[in-house]
């Protein structure tokens, strides 16, 4: 029995290492293309963003708030729009925010952003923390691929 002692020391020793350097990496996250449609509504408007993480550790939006009013996190399930607690942003992925697709909701709108504002907005991460951003207020019909 006293021969099993080193081997497993030594694999315990090495696992411990190695789940010490999982832990020292972690996402890295990047936000890009963010616009907001100008709202047609005076109460809702909607949100689209690209994050992407460049590191080995995955990670989650947990919520999003922005002085316009409340925002939540939604996704299509079979065409239809549902609200989400939370969407993961994989370890060299990306979580992709864009029409018929993911996208923020802004309801109870305090004031209806006009083309050419910038909206506030913070992403909160389970594990990177918050990342605020600006969104542009693009026209109502704007398309990211085109420009217009």
């Given at each position: 029995m006293r021969r099993l002692v080193a081997p497993v020391a030594v694999l315990t020793g090495a696992l411990?290492?190695?789940g010490c350097g999982?832990?020292?990496s972690k996402?890295?996250?990047?936000v890009s293309g963010t616009y907001m449609p100008?709202?047609?509504s005076d109460s809702m408007a909607a949100g689209f963003l690209t994050v992407t993480n460049k590191g080995d550790t995955k990670d989650e939006l947990t919520s999003v708030t922005s002085?316009?009013?409340e925002v939540t996190l939604h996704t299509e399930v079979k065409e239809a729009m549902v609200q989400v607690e939370?969407?993961?942003?994989p370890a060299r992925g990306q979580l992709?925010?864009?029409?018929?697709?993911?996208h923020l909701m802004f309801e109870k709108l305090k004031r209806k952003p006009k083309q050419g504002e910038m909206v506030s907005v913070k992403l909160?991460?389970?594990e990177s923390g918050t990342v605020t951003v600006k969104m542009p207020v693009k026209s109502a019909t704007y398309n990211p691929k085109t420009g217009h």
């Open positions: 411990i290492l190695a999982s832990e020292a996402a890295e996250l990047s100008q709202p047609v002085d316009v009013g939370s969407l993961d942003v992709v925010f864009k029409s018929s697709g993911n909160h991460f389970a």
